[in-house]
């Protein structure tokens, strides 16, 4: 596990929600390794650690984003970043979302809260090459209408439907309420020519993949991602076990196939 | 210089003429001594600190060191540490950050202490203990560079069993009383009426340089087949073992077992297993950062599956009960391991049988799980 963080300099800083902000960073000195979408860094905030974000944000020049949702010391932390701020980065590391599989099909996209995060550089991609895909969808949840991240931004993404849903309506939403998988049925796909890409909580995760397994999509492309506690994300402190699997190696993404069995067991 | 390679004999001199020759070769030499009521593995000065005339009794929860009178050196199984205190400290400082004048970071990788370690005396089942560390730490595709650094450093002079503990299973783990690969010279020791002497095979290049540096004689057939004959006898003579069954499927699908809830129930979740066995490997990270808040420094140390902060997701511990922890520890030894390691993360050793204060019994749970999976196919 010995990879040293390389620095990146807080280029930019954006609001999203209450909790959670996005930081757009640039290397210092030189970049990392081009990161893919779906894949995550070790980010380090000074005195205080160091977390695993994935990226929610690519650029050509080794620019990248992350979007923070602050629930603890290390995420409160690099929530609080200002511009100029210098952190520390290891990665690229673990599976990605691997969209250019999907060429020819179409593309449904399924997040809960943060987890649209780590999607929004594979929707940016789909929708950058129409002619490469089917019909892409994307369809968010969150908890209230203030924790849905990148509002503005989704409604000028030329989908061929976004949906969004909240739990927990405030006096101004006029969408729908309750779990994001009651959108399935609005979203144009074909079951059998889909390929899903899905990242939420666990329990959205199970509910959404299900449902698409029922609907007919295969589950080997029903592609999700899965968060463990990861103190190395080199395979080598045995934190992010989940069965088989270090989850840092061989996840955070994977697919249905595998995944089904393992989040089906308590407490594994 | 022509080295010896055949099998050659040393006396009890000559194994003090080894260990001076390692220490002028500016090596640090380790092995067995007794201390504080068992049997520790330290830095060794002379081949007279070795455990000469101590043996161990051993059963579940229970380690007791017994006097032996023939006053064998390596007639006792292993004790409370293994080497991956060495090679995969407790403790080890990573890297350290500085802020700049200029408002920056600065990041330093640590140079890993990393001393030319010899090696006096590991087990069969340690050797191939270190042959799993060294596929988890430096087979994938990210090195530890300290193990790694440490590791290749490192001689290997093993001691085959020839006296196995109450505890002991390594045979049913595939493995067994003798020294077979991964060693630099292998010793057996010998004790009767021709003498104490130590039988030496060699196993590298580096290992026959070092024999002829010391005293010894090419090995007479006697001593040969004595020394033969008693880790043969070892075999046979394993207090415990492991049910003959496909432990990796008879785990994978046990995860639902009753037998979980009645471990649970016993064990304390301590993790003393995970501190004394010689495969487990995990850490955890620690910032510690000094009072000028200008400096900040990353720390790994050992961690254990048991320690319900080892699953923390900020929502709470993926694994919260007690049975999901000791299924994660059993499970990931004897199943998981192989499909991320590449084989099994249990070489029957027995210390965490000998340590648990509860007395839990590796072999025994397996058994277990074995008579649930039966009646269950049974039903
Ligand atoms: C692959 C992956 C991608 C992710 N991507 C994102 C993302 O894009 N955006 C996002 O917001 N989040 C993301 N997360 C989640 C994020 O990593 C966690 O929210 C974050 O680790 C929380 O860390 P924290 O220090 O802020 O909070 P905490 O949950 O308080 O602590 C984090 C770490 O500190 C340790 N810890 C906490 N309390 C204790 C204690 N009492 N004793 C010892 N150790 C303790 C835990 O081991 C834990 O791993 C991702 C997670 C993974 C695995
Ligand atoms: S699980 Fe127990 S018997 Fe197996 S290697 Fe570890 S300590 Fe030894
Ligand atoms: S099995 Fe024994 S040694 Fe291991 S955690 Fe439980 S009580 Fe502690
Ligand atoms: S995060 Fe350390 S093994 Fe995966």
Redesign the interface.
């Known amino acids: 596990?010995?990879?040293?963080?390389?620095?990146y300099?807080v280029a930019g800083r954006r609001r999203e929600t209450a909790q959670t902000v996005t930081l757009r960073l640039e290397p210092?000195g030189e970049a990392l390794a081009d990161f893919a979408p779906g894949q995550f860094a070790m980010v380090?905030c000074?005195?205080?650690?160091?977390i695993p974000l994935s990226v929610s944000s690519v650029q050509s020049t080794g620019g990248l984003a992350h979007t923070i949702r602050g629930?603890?010391a290390v995420s409160d932390g690099l929530c609080a970043a200002r511009t100029?701020d210098?952190?520390?980065l290891r990665g690229p590391y673990g599976t990605s979302w691997e969209l250019g599989r999907a060429r020819g099909r179409d593309v449904l996209v399924v997040a809960g809260g943060i987890g649209l995060a780590p999607l929004r550089p594979l929707i940016l991609s789909a929708l950058a090459e129409p002619e490469a895909y089917g019909r892409v969808s994307v369809l968010v949840g969150a908890r209230t209408p203030g924790d849905l991240i990148a509002r503005e931004e989704m409604n000028r993404w030329r989908t061929a439907c976004t949906g969004m849903v909240v739990d927990r309506p405030d006096a101004s939403w006029r969408g729908d309420v309750g779990m994001v998988t009651q959108l399935l049925g609005r979203a144009p796909f074909d079951p059998g020519g889909t390929w899903a890409f899905v990242c939420g909580?666990e329990p959205m995760i199970r509910a959404t993949a299900r449902e698409l397994a029922h609907r007919g999509v295969p589950k080997e492309r029903i592609r999700v991602s899965l968060?463990?506690?990861m103190?190395?994300a080199?395979?080598?402190?045995?934190?992010c076990?989940l069965?088989?699997?270090?989850v840092c190696?061989d996840g955070p993404v994977l697919g249905w196939d595998r995944a089904e069995r393992l989040l089906s067991?308590?407490?594994? | 210089m022509t080295a010896t390679v055949g099998p050659a004999v040393l006396d009890r001199d000559g194994l003090d003429a080894l260990v001076s020759a390692l220490a002028s070769q500016g090596r640090t030499v380790v092995g067995p001594t007794v201390r504080d009521g068992a049997i520790v593995l330290a830095e060794l000065t002379t081949a007279a600190q070795l455990p000469y005339g101590w043996g161990v009794e051993l059963a579940a929860g229970r380690y007791r060191l017994v006097p032996r009178e023939d006053g064998a050196a390596f007639a006792h199984s292993a004790g409370p540490q293994s080497w991956k205190s060495f090679l995969h400290p407790a403790r080890e400082q990573?890297?350290s950050?500085d802020?700049t004048p200029e408002?920056?970071?600065?990041?330093?990788?640590q140079e890993p202490e990393a001393p030319s370690y010899a090696f006096l005396g590991v087990r069969p089942c340690d050797l191939r203990a270190i042959a799993i560390q060294d596929r988890?730490?430096t087979g994938?595709?990210?090195?530890?560079?300290?193990y790694g650094m440490r590791r290749r450093r490192a001689l290997l002079i093993a001691a085959e069993c020839t006296e196995p503990g109450e505890t002991c299973f390594c045979v049913s783990t595939g493995g067994g009383p003798a020294a077979d690969a991964g060693y630099d010279l292998a010793l057996t020791e010998v004790v009767d009426e021709d003498g104490h002497r130590f039988l030496v095979r060699v196993g590298s290049e580096e290992g026959a340089r070092l024999l002829d540096l010391v005293p010894h004689r090419a090995a007479d057939p006697a001593t040969q087949s004595t020394a033969r004959g008693a880790v043969d006898a070892a075999r046979d003579r394993m207090g415990r073992e492991l049910p003959a069954v496909d432990l990796r499927a008879l785990l994978g699908g046990s995860?639902?077992a009753e037998r979980w809830d009645d471990v649970a129930a016993r064990c304390l979740t301590c993790g003393n297993c995970t501190m004394v066995c010689p495969t487990c490997?995990?850490?955890?990270?620690?910032?510690v950062?000094d009072l000028t808040?200008d400096h900040?420094e990353?720390w790994?140390r050992w961690?254990s599956?048991f320690d319900l902060d080892?699953?923390?997701?900020?929502?709470g511990p993926?694994?919260?009960?007690g049975?999901?922890r000791y299924r994660?520890w059993l499970?990931?030894k004897l199943?998981?391991w192989h499909?991320?390691f590449g084989s099994s993360g249990c070489v029957g050793c027995g210390r965490c049988i000998a340590w648990c204060p509860a007395g839990i019994d590796i072999t025994e749970e397996v058994a277990a799980l074995r008579a649930e999976a039966g009646t269950e196919a049974e039903r």
């Open positions: 596990m010995t990879a040293l963080p390389v620095p300099r210092v380090h000074f005195g205080r650690g160091e629930v603890g100029g210098v952190l520390g909580p968060e463990r506690s103190r190395c080199t395979g080598t402190c045995g934190h076990q069965g088989p699997l270090l190696r067991v308590r407490e594994l | 990573l890297w950050a802020r408002g920056g970071l600065s990041f330093t990788p988890v730490l994938g595709r990210y090195e530890d560079t300290g995860l639902d490997f995990c850490v955890t990270t620690e910032e950062t808040g900040t990353r790994q961690d599956c080892f699953s923390h997701l900020h929502e993926v694994r919260n009960s049975r999901s994660q499970t990931h199943a998981t499909d991320q």
